[in-house]
């Protein structure tokens, strides 16, 4: 099948004075999945707006099934057959699972004249849908018992019942472990045999090499490249994306100096970080990577007795743990941040009693201090009065990286330092968190991504159900050993 | 938006350009706006609520909220005037303003450790708070006679041709703008009411920082209290119904953003401005007292949906 299920011809949208996008050619087919990738910023977010009309294009012409549409709002692209499942689902938590797929068109009888929803045909219908996915809850659960994965499939289920011929999936897979990645991508790849078409949105570059037909490559609002399956390689799209080839990374081995921060504690999941060293954590949803590193900074309800530099130290809030030299970079950035608030304000934050003169604020000091963190990041724009929630993603998490070198702390901990983050920007703050353990630090991060992890860590401790499985180390690490040791 | 506006940046001064078209429509039409004795009397009128207002400020960037300050501008008054009786000025002033500062106290206390909505906690305070004064007091004004004289000419006397009351509120802006922006306690309020989460995972201890934003607002009512005290001479029980609402009217008139983190003290103090001015002004138009409530009700909404939609774009 090779008809245009959707295209856009030379569409523009502007927003004040930034050019999201730039006279882009785009079309996607029935029963193709074309890929749409680019760093933060180049233009797909509006794209796919465009497409499931939330915007509208201020030039250029949008067509379905070859016929010319307007949408006045995303209802309009629904009605049209465009579906678009965002990274963060819109869904009824309170909800059973079948009245979140009839939501907004429920089927009805009648009892006396008046229009009642049948209940009945409502988990009949959600049980097809869901069948097709080859997923079969009981359809009467509430969406909020529900894992990430699974409300996915839901938010896909009641995508189908709409008859959607075009189906847009954004960073579908962030919040995905490697099986039920393995399950989306079975369910895309029948979707699209049965015919539909689908737009993939992905910073995850080998996923795309394996699942899509097409790439589109968006650099700066302009289409930088269109590839066919086959054609293209992580390498490639890298060098499409930001115009440059693809940074090779030199790994060095830091000799390990002193431990920093070790459980005193008979535990489970015992850590000794030494100076110098990034231990990583690896695990599924569920094995208690994240805890490690919420009780290791104070949080979630534990309290945790170690040894840092030393000497013994009892972690019962943030507060402890900052005063023992720890920060934390939370897995969601608006733990991270504090919008509202400027940059500065942001990176000055946990040093604010160290930049008091008695109880008075070196105003003067703290914007030298943010101005050369800022420097030191490639933080961008270099504006540090803007309010952070202008900042792209990537710059964001460097700002909460800045935070705790603005603090001067001895051991980081890091919680998904990368994701939902442009490779250019993923580069740039794995060359930070080097650089930081070059000087001395300890890094102790935490990521689903186990490419990253081979790549960063000098050890990594694979963890299931709470308990540190095993520690691999450098030598023997790679991504296959890293699946194999946390599947289990 | 022409760049010159952007540079003055007009946005941010909203409150006070609505303040002067304000003042300027009405002096226009009528020519007792501008007189000296209205003029002083707008100036006194103010003093009071720009007191509560200063300290719902704080508990507004904080994120939360206080309906309890007109029933402890109330408490306070007549607690001042109850000791000043008995044990002299000084005492009966501190009192005064100390029990303003516990009843704040209690508010964040259980707001901040207990977790408490802040809007149901306050409720019950305000309900509380205004029993109590009637307990304490019976019902009838206190000190009625026997207010010393000094007392009473802090209520009306004046220094450097400014009354001492309207001192007060210009002394406590100029000290209080410097601690919300020149301290880390100051700017731990800020990111608190920004996004307690984060504030917390950033070391700011937060259930201190609210509940001392409650203690702030207590103590200020507390003040207010006592000015009000010596300006009506007496403790007066019924003193204060409806100033919580006129104070977060001010509040929000002057851009403080309700869900926290977003405000500013000055801005505040023109918004209370801007409320007395308009009930001035529909009083010196003989406006219906009826349709007065009406339009001030309006106005309120009016701000908050025009902050919504500069939110939006």
Same mark, same amino acid.
């Given at each position: 099948?090779?008809?245009?299920? #959707? ?18 050619? +785009? ?12 760093? =933060? ?5 509006? @794209? /796919? ?12 012409? &949008? ?7 307007? +949408? !006045? ?6 009605? !049209?057959? &465009? ?25 009805? %009888? ?55 011929? @075009? ?29 539909? $078409? ?18 589109? /490559? ?48 008979? %535990? ?13 954590? $690896? ?29 013994? %130290?009892?972690?019962? =809030? ?29 990176? &000055? ?23 050369? @963190? ?27 990286? !800045? ?76 991504? *296959? ?8 | ?36 004795? =209205? ?41 001042? $005037? ?18 303003? #500062? ?54 009306? $006397? ?19 703008? +410097? ?31 609210? !509940? ?8 200020? #009512? ?19 119904? +409806? ?25 505040? &103090? ?9 009930? *001035? ?33």
């Amino acid at each position: 099948m090779t008809h245009s299920a #959707a295209s856009a011809k030379g569409v523009s949208k502007r927003f004040g004075a930034t050019c999201a996008l730039d006279g882009v050619d +785009f079309d996607v087919r029935s029963g193709e999945i074309h890929a749409l990738v680019g760093e =933060n910023g180049a233009g797909k977010s509006t @794209l /796919v707006r465009l497409l499931g009309g939330v915007h509208r294009p201020d030039q250029g012409e &949008i067509t379905v099934d070859g016929h010319l549409r307007r +949408f !006045a709002n995303p209802h309009d692209a629904i009605s !049209a057959g &465009i579906a678009t499942i965002p990274q963060e689902l819109r869904l009824v938590p309170a909800l059973s699972i079948a009245e979140n797929i009839a939501l907004g068109d429920p089927p009805l %009888r009648r009892l006396l004249g008046f229009p009642i929803i049948d209940r009945g045909r409502m988990r009949e219908e959600a049980r097809t849908q869901l069948g097709q996915l080859e997923f079969i809850p009981d359809v009467d659960l509430l969406v909020d018992q529900l894992t990430f994965a699974e409300r996915q499939l839901i938010a896909i289920a009641k995508a189908l019942r709409k008859r959607c011929r @075009l189906l847009i999936l954004d960073e579908p897979t962030a919040a995905l472990e490697t099986r039920e990645i393995e399950r989306l991508f079975a369910v895309l790849d029948r979707m699209k045999r049965q015919g539909t $078409a689908i737009i993939y949105v992905s910073h995850r570059l080998d996923e795309i090499v394996a699942l899509a037909d097409r790439c589109t /490559v968006l650099r700066d609002g302009h289409v930088a490249a269109v590839s066919q399956r086959g054609e293209f390689s992580a390498a490639d799209l890298v060098q499409a994306m930001t115009g440059r080839a693809a940074a090779d990374f030199a790994i060095e081995i830091n000799p390990h100096g002193n431990t920093l921060l070790e459980d005193i504690e008979e %535990r489970a999941d015992p850590i000794r970080l030494r100076a110098n060293e990034i231990v990583g954590l $690896a695990g599924l949803l569920g094995s208690g990577t994240n805890r490690v590193l919420q009780r290791l900074f104070g949080v979630g309800g534990t309290r945790s007795v170690v040894r840092v530099n030393g000497e013994r %130290r009892l972690l019962a =809030n943030p507060i402890d743990a900052i005063r023992a030299g720890i920060g934390m970079v939370p897995g969601e950035r608006r733990l991270g941040l504090i919008m509202n608030l400027s940059v500065r304000e942001n990176i &000055i934050l946990p040093s604010l009693d160290r930049l008091a003169v008695g109880c008075i604020l070196n105003r003067a000091a703290g914007d030298q201090l943010v101005a050369q @963190l800022m420097d030191l990041l490639d933080v961008r724009p270099r504006r540090p009065e803007l309010p952070t929630s202008a900042l792209s993603g990537g710059n964001q998490q460097k700002v909460i990286l !800045a935070k705790w070198l603005a603090r001067q702390v001895g051991v980081l901990l890091l919680d998904e330092p990368t994701q939902g983050v442009d490779v250019g920007a993923k580069a740039q703050i794995h060359a930070l968190i080097r650089d930081f353990a070059r000087k001395g630090g300890g890094v102790l991060v935490g990521s689903s991504d186990l490419s990253e992890l081979a790549r960063l860590a000098d050890g990594v401790l694979a963890m299931r159900q709470g308990s540190v499985t095993q520690r691999i180390e450098r030598g023997e690490l790679n991504e *296959n050993r890293l699946h194999a040791a946390i599947d289990g | 938006m022409p760049p010159f506006l952007k540079r003055w940046n007009v946005a941010g001064q909203v409150p006070l350009i609505t303040l002067i078209l304000l003042c300027l429509f009405t002096a226009l039409m009528t020519d007792r706006f501008l007189s000296p004795l =209205n003029l002083t009397n707008i100036l006194v009128q103010s003093s009071i609520m720009a007191v509560i207002a200063i300290g719902m400020t704080f508990v507004i960037i904080g994120g939360g909220f206080d309906l309890s300050v007109g029933s402890t501008v109330a408490f306070a008054g007549c607690v001042a $005037a109850m000791v000043i009786v008995k044990f002299g000025i000084v005492v009966g002033v501190l009192a005064g303003i100390l029990s303003g #500062a516990a009843i704040g106290f209690a508010n964040g206390l259980i707001i901040a450790k207990l977790g408490v909505n802040p809007f149901i906690t306050t409720l019950g305070t305000m309900v509380l708070v205004r029993g109590l004064v009637y307990l304490i007091t019976g019902g009838a004004p206190v000190g009625d006679d026997g207010m010393p004289s000094a007392f009473i000419a802090f209520g009306s $006397a004046r220094f450097l041709g400014v009354h001492y009351l309207v001192w007060v509120p210009a002394v406590l802006v100029v000290v209080l703008s +410097f601690v919300m922006h020149m301290t880390p306690y100051g700017r731990r309020i800020y990111a608190t009411g920004g996004n307690r989460e984060a504030a917390y995972l950033s070391g700011v201890a937060v259930e201190r920082v609210i !509940a001392s934003t409650y203690v702030w607002c207590g103590a200020l #009512a507390g003040i207010a209290g006592v000015m009000l005290a010596a300006r009506l001479q007496s403790g007066q029980p019924t003193a204060g119904e +409806f100033y919580e609402l006129t104070a977060i009217a001010a509040v929000v008139l002057g851009g403080a953003a309700l869900h926290g983190g977003e405000g500013t003290l000055y801005k505040s &103090i023109i918004g209370v401005f801007i409320m007395i001015v308009l009930g *001035n002004s529909l009083n010196l138009l003989n406006v219906d007292s009826y349709w007065q409530r009406v339009a001030v009700g309006a106005i309120i909404i009016a701000a908050a949906a025009a902050d919504r939609l500069r939110l939006r774009r």
